[in-house]
Nanobody, 126 residues
C-alpha cells in the first residue's frame, strides 16, 4: 500500500502563494490518480483537486478554480498543489490521497479516496 507524506504548509498572508507537496512511497505512483482535500477546524473534509495518473487531466472545486493548480512529477513520486491568491478561508489542514481504481472520474467524495497522508497545515492571515 502506498504511503503519502505531505509537506510545505505554513503561515502566509492573504494574497500570497504557497506550494504544498505530497511524496509517495512505492514504484507504482505513476499509475495512481491523486487528489487533494482540506479540512478546517469544525468542518468536514472538503474536496480540492484531482489529477490523472499521467497528469493529463485535472478537476477542481469551484472555490479554488483559477487560483490553485494541481500537478505531479512521476519521476519524483510527488504531487503538488500550487496555491495562489490565498484567502483567509483557505486556512485548513491539506491532505493528499489516492483516488481508488473503481471510483468514477469526477468524484469529489472522500470515501472514494484512500491511503491518506497525515496532512500539512496551511494558515492564511490578514
Amino acid at each position: 500500500q502506498v504511503q503519502l507524506v505531505e509537506s510545505g504548509g505554513g503561515l502566509v498572508q492573504a494574497g500570497d502563494s504557497l506550494r504544498v507537496s505530497c511524496a509517495a512511497s512505492g514504484r507504482t505512483f505513476s499509475t495512481y490518480r491523486m487528489g487533494w482535500f482540506r479540512q478546517a477546524p469544525g468542518k468536514e473534509r472538503e474536496f480540492v483537486a484531482v489529477i490523472s495518473s499521467r497528469g493529463l487531466g485535472t478537476y477542481y472545486a469551484d472555490s479554488v478554480k483559477e487560483r490553485f493548480t494541481i500537478s505531479r512529477d512521476n519521476a519524483k513520486n510527488t504531487v503538488y498543489l500550487q496555491m495562489n491568491s490565498l484567502k483567509l478561508e483557505d486556512t485548513a489542514i491539506y491532505y493528499c490521497a489516492v483516488l481508488r481504481e473503481i471510483a468514477d472520474w469526477g468524484t469529489r467524495n472522500p470515501s472514494d479516496f484512500g491511503s491518506w497522508g497525515q496532512g500539512t497545515q496551511v494558515t492564511v492571515s490578514s
